[in-house]
């Protein structure tokens, strides 16, 4: 990656949340040892302790972009304190509750939308965003194969919510988007469909069957299964936004390094959507983010290793994520996934998929003529 700030601060973030955990007093020992060698937490202290109140600043913008707020705080608060710098750390610290004050609304309130669609017929579970704990999505997403009507008609009149425009692109995906008073979140409800044109029903089918539950803050949720938390990050990096969060690499790696994937699941899912050249490459991209701020990727499996299309070195950090190179690899896992789709004579679900470049077309247009793209994508 560049030198600039904004990489520079990346940089910082992804030592903070992705190091090895040492003590506190031990990295400031270690990087105040002129005949020491750097590793990645010391790295981390030696640029924490320069940081002015504006680049700590920069630094939870950058951080609540990337969903890792609370994972990178923690250790920078305990650098900032063991080096001395009191104030600093008081103020990462009221930063820290001021998210956790959030995170709890929000549980809460997901807590009582779930329970209540569930009541009137609409079973849900929660998708994505509770895939960053300890740290939250922006959004509060949630998928269900409740018919829209019954799950439109249960949020307005149970949370007297209003439903946000629908874009192109949220009209193809099967999805709306409420407005719930009093919750500063969007809840985002995908029905019966999953990718950018709702093109992944192959994954649905049984989405709902393998859902696990979780309890967080003493809320229980219904969650998807780390294999289908994998397949529907993919979905979203490799396919959709073309960049990965820090909280995606964390996320992930996680699942993997406790055992949690069963890797001939996933790789079952992946073949039947198309999706497994996006999912093994994405793997890869991950273990070797992990390799180079931790010392040691994650293990994965032969079969995932050779289907893997590219890794890291074509990825590069810009306007703050890790930017997945459209052309030709994105394009490629794109055809890839067309191709599974009309050989296996998902002609509706082919026809949809066929729509996303015109789409991704028309959304950049829009973004060099108004600014935004929200209306198309």
Known sequence: MGQSEDSKSFELLSELVLAPPSAPST????????????????????TVVTLTQGELETLRELATKNHVIMRAFEPLRRMLAASGKAEA???????M?????????ALNFLRHICSTLEEDGCPVMVIKSLDHWPDLGSDLDLY????????????RFRFNASLADRSWGDRLANKWNFVVPGLPELVEVHVGRLGQTGEQTALTRSLSSRSQITELMGCIFRVSAPEDRIVISTLQRMYRHFYIRLCDIADNGLLV????VDFVRLQALGTASGLWEGIATYLKIISEYLQAYRGYGV???????????????QCRFR??????????????????????????GDLRSGFRLSLLPGLATAAAIEQKITGSDKGIW
């Open 144 to 155: 269900t194969d409740a018919v829209p009507a019954r799950l439109i008609e249960s949020m």
């Open 257 to 260: 390094d406790k055992g949690l």
């Open 299 to 313: 293990v994965l499996p032969a079969p995932v290793i050779g289907a893997a299309k590219f890794g890291l070195d």
């Open 97 to 105: 509750k001021d998210e956790t004050a959030r995170i709890t609304y």
């Open 89 to 95: 750390a008081q103020w990462v610290d009221a930063a």
């Open 319 to 344: 306007k703050d994520f890790l930017r997945v190179p459209i052309l030709p690899h994105s394009l490629n896992l794109y055809a890839a996934e067309l191709k599974t789709l009309i050989l296996k």
């Open 27 to 46: 990295r400031f020992i270690r990087a105040t040892d002129p005949g020491g060698a750097s590793s990645a937490p010391d790295r981390a202290l030696e």
